[in-house]
């Protein structure tokens, strides 16, 4: 089989750039995803993935290499594995992060970048274009692009009381974190309408599956990229059916994310040289970058229990579930509307004035990571997580074998960096006192963890290490970056180094982590390849 194009993961990326190439450039498109159909009611309902998030086939659990730091802890690092990737199983936060973040990429790249420019003011079309907002219409919002992104349909008194907690706190409040300022305290906008998820899968590529230039196959795992005479020419990839290539006649596009797209460039040939050797790989291009500077943003959690019947506890139960799945028939309201996450805030504990460091996320129940459960039983209550917005510290992915079944290796050292360690310790007792402050406090019966009584540094360090995990956002294993720099993978065009023909667009190939989600983010990625791809850029 032979397209112009093949893209290498459906996920938030692999979707825009599939759905892109096959619309608008006259080519055949293949999208191969080695996960499950999109369409499934939890999915499709914005609170459904807590009812999946502690084992589904529409995840597929990475374990980390035991952590030093942490005591030698090993924690799960969750991906979809489902056409839609992160959008189709995230709790739907829409966050772009701030122009800095871009503006840092493009100083990066600067003189290197052949003309093309990844500041704010040249990503910023791409995040407008995409963009259906159902409030805000103006410079950094649009309101026609096929991503349905929306105000919470439902928002729990738990999600108030901890807005105006923080309020108290002196933090303002926000009503746009996509705005011309991220500081403060606010509701979050959601990648959802009335109800229904609006994932990559079902926002750009739903509206093409009629059209005969796009192929899509599901459950379709690429074993590794076939290159010729340093050209990306194919892909070998297997099914229920066997083993199959499908070659490209054109360019093949790799998103298949941070941690599963290195993967297949090493088992390609596109790694150092001794890496390769220890599994027995032919070289076709010595790149020292891929896999090195893992990135995710930290997250630990503050829980508290209530003193009364507050929040989502047991909402998807019993009669709860009857009732709230009638409401949202009868009258498409309820908390079946609500992804379950409605409040958030960005602060800096320490400069309040300057960037924040921390981002918050206020969730109404009893919540812990699925190897941290044991700690504490179930109840009403509520959890703030405190994510350190620009970690310091990185992490690598490497191959456990030339198996391309066997999943590679991932040590993502998270606070390892000193400093991460020391922000994330001045967010939670930053977020302590959002705790003890009113409205919040008369309807806190206790906080769980860390203990409110002892906020020593060793306390706060030793609750950081038993309990910190992903806040699934792994990034930057295949960084774009100047010319001359030996750790750069990618070049400002999203073309592998040495390898004519391939690209790669998730979030694998950003420089650094944005300060908030990624999946907006990684949309935008995918956008902008096809842009480069079809020469609409310069």
Partial sequence: MTYDYIVIGGGSAGCVAAARLAAESGGRVLLLEAGHSNRHPLLDMPPGIFKMINGSKFMRYHKTTPQAHLDGRVHDIPQGNVLGGGSSVNAQVYMRGRPDDYNAWDAILRGNNDGIGWGWKDVLPHFRGMEGNNRLANALHGTEGPLQVSDPGHIDDMSRWFVQAVQTLGEPFNPDFNGPNQRGVGFYQFTNRKGKRSSAAYAFISPQLKNPKLTVRL????????????????????????????????????????????????????????????????????????????????????????????????????????????????????????????????????????????????????????????????????????????????????????????????????????????????????????????????????????????????????????????????????????????????????????????????????????????????????????????????
């Fill in 219 to 538: 459950g379709a795992e690429v074993d590794r990229i076939l290159i010729e005479n340093g050209r990306a020419v194919g892909v070998a990839f297997r099914d229920k059916q066997g083993q199959h290539v499908a070659k490209a006649s054109r360019e093949i596009v790799l998103a298949a994310g941070a941690l599963v797209t290195p993967k297949i460039l090493m088992l390609s040939g596109i790694d150092p040289a001794d890496h390769l050797a220890e599994h027995g790989i032919d070289v076709q291009a010595d790149l020292a970058g891929v896999g090195q500077n893992l990135i995710d943003h930290p997250e630990v959690p503050i829980t508290a229990y209530a003193n009364g019947p507050y929040g989502y506890y047991r909402q998807g139960d019993g009669w709860r579930m009857l009732r709230n799945g009638l409401q949202f028939k009868l009258f498409g309201t309820g908390p079946v509307t609500s992804a379950g996450v409605e409040a958030g805030a960005f602060v800096n504990p320490v400069t309040p004035e300057a960037p924040p460091t921390i981002q918050a996320f206020c969730v109404p129940i009893v919540y812990l990571d699925r190897d941290a459960q044991d700690a504490l039983k179930d109840g009403y209550g509520i959890t703030i997580t405190t994510v350190v917005v620009k970690p310091k510290s990185r992490g690598e992915v490497r191959l456990a074998s030339a198996d391309a079944a066997a999943m590679p290796i991932v040590s993502p050292n998270l606070l390892k960096h000193p400093d991460d360690m020391k922000t994330m310790v001045e967010g939670q007792r930053f977020f302590l006192r959002a705790m003890a402050a009113q409205p919040l406090a008369q309807r806190i019966k206790n906080v769980a963890v860390p203990n409110p009584d002892d906020t020593s540094d060793a306390a706060m360090i030793a609750h950081c290490k038993r309990f910190v995990k992903t806040n699934y956002h792994p990034a930057g294993t295949a960084r774009m970056g100047a010319d001359g720099d030996p750790m750069a993978v990618l070049d400002a065009r999203m073309r592998v180094r040495g390898i004519d023909g391939l690209r790669v667009c998730d979030m694998s190939a950003v420089p650094d982590i944005n300060a908030g989600n990624t999946n907006a983010p990684a949309m935008m990625l995918g956008d902008r390849c096809a842009s480069l791809i079809m020469g609409k850029l310069g």
